[in-house]
């Protein structure tokens, strides 16, 4: 069955701290996984793309790795910052699959505090 | 600017009304979806379009109904079938790509209450 598992569920952290999140995934055939933001009440933003061939990728403080042997994927958020504050979520998209082939995570609620 | 547009944001619905939600994009792409989201639940797929008059079921379709008159609206009925419609819509569009699903763009979401 595809699935991706995100954890932790949610996350409090200081502000100015370092912190990781992880994405685990049984997806097949896989084509590319994403993490998006999401904000309270607002709708999901893409912050980077991981293809089969990539490991890491930044996007300003963010750092997406990906692993493709053991399947896992992880977003790491630098010198954290109140605006942080969001639900992340972690996608994967099947390859040759129709467009509405999309696995997502349950999210993880990070909370940075000052 | 370029992007999609949900309305109304916020709509309250007494129970046996259908509701129609809005989803107007400029970003002149091919697919566009519906996602429904729970709290503690990922994006669930209700619909989606990869073509002007065509569109496909996806996991949770029952209770809903979607037209796909024009390529830059994908409207969404909450019919008086779906037992449980209160929820946090989202509609999106990307793309369309051979490998997989393109970069979804999503709208700023519905919230509906049924009281």
């Known amino acids: 069955k595809n699935q991706v598992e995100q954890s932790p569920q949610s996350l409090i952290i200081l502000e100015g701290k370092n912190c990781t999140l992880q994405c685990n995934y049984t997806v097949s055939p896989f084509s590319n996984l994403r993490w998006y933001k999401q904000d309270t009440g607002r709708g999901p933003v893409s912050l980077t793309i991981m293809t089969f061939s990539e490991n890491t990728k930044s996007n300003g403080r963010y750092t997406a790795t990906l692993d493709a042997d053991t399947k896992q994927s992880s977003l790491h958020i630098t010198a954290s910052q109140l605006s942080d504050s969001a639900s992340y979520i972690c996608?994967?998209?099947?390859?040759?699959?129709?467009?509405?082939?999309?696995?997502f995570g349950k999210g993880t609620k990070l909370s940075v505090k000052p | 600017d370029g992007g999609i547009t949900q309305s109304p944001k916020y709509l309250f619905r007494k129970e046996g009304q259908n509701v129609t939600l809005s989803c107007e994009q400029n970003?002149?792409?091919?697919?566009m979806y519906w996602y429904r989201q729970d709290p503690g639940q990922g994006l669930r797929l209700i619909y989606y379009s990869q073509i002007v008059n065509d569109f496909q079921k996806g996991d949770i379709a029952e209770g809903y109904s979607v037209s796909r008159e024009k390529k830059e609206s994908f409207p969404l009925t909450v019919t008086s079938a779906q037992k449980n419609p209160t929820a946090f819509y989202l509609c999106?569009?990307?793309?369309?790509?051979?490998?997989?699903?393109?970069?979804?763009?999503f709208g700023e979401g519905s919230r509906l209450t049924v009281l």
């Open positions: 996608v994967v998209s099947l390859y040759g699959g129709s467009q509405g082939n999309l696995i």
């Open positions: 999106a569009s990307s793309i369309v790509s051979a490998g997989g699903s393109g970069e979804l763009f």
């Open positions: 970003l002149n792409h091919d697919a």
